[in-house]
């Protein structure tokens, strides 16, 4: 059975840095993709969750939202089956419950909320002005 473990979340003024971790409980041989999304607020739950950054789990490449360039960074560590994601410079707008995503399915984009197979349970990250 597969399993996405979240943690790192927490409450931070503007400005500030969080690390994510995503723990997972099998070896990734078969994860091609990983990545990152999240939910604000007060949005309905059937909208879908925007896509933050993925890694390619063989190659190690990367992409990431325009929101988060240059602020967010996304690697991964096989020995320890995790994923992490390093959020610095945090603004309010980045307020949000942040997903743990893997195995993207053929067909679809990197960043696409309804392509991955698995999911955690979210970790809250809370930014104030």
């Known amino acids: 059975q597969v399993q996405l473990v979240e943690s790192g979340g927490g409450s931070v003024q503007a400005g500030g840095s969080l690390r994510l971790s995503c723990a997972y409980s099998?070896?990734?041989?078969?994860?091609?993709?990983m990545a990152w999304f999240r939910q604000a607020p007060g949005q309905a739950p059937g909208n879908a969750r925007e896509?933050?950054?993925?890694?390619?789990?063989?190659?190690?490449?990367?992409l990431y939202a325009d929101s988060v360039k240059g602020r967010f960074t996304i690697s991964q560590d096989h020995a320890k089956n995790t994923v992490y994601l390093q959020l610095n410079n945090l603004k309010p707008e980045d307020t949000a419950m942040y997903y743990c995503?893997?195995?993207?399915?053929?067909?679809?984009?990197?960043?696409?909320?309804?392509?991955?197979?698995?999911w955690g349970q979210g970790t809250q990250v809370t930014v104030s002005s």
């Open positions: 099998r070896k990734n041989a078969s994860w091609n993709y």
């Open positions: 896509g933050v950054a993925c890694i390619q789990t063989r190659t190690s490449e990367t």
């Open positions: 995503a893997a195995e993207l399915r053929a067909g679809n984009g990197a960043l696409w909320s309804t392509g991955y197979n698995y």
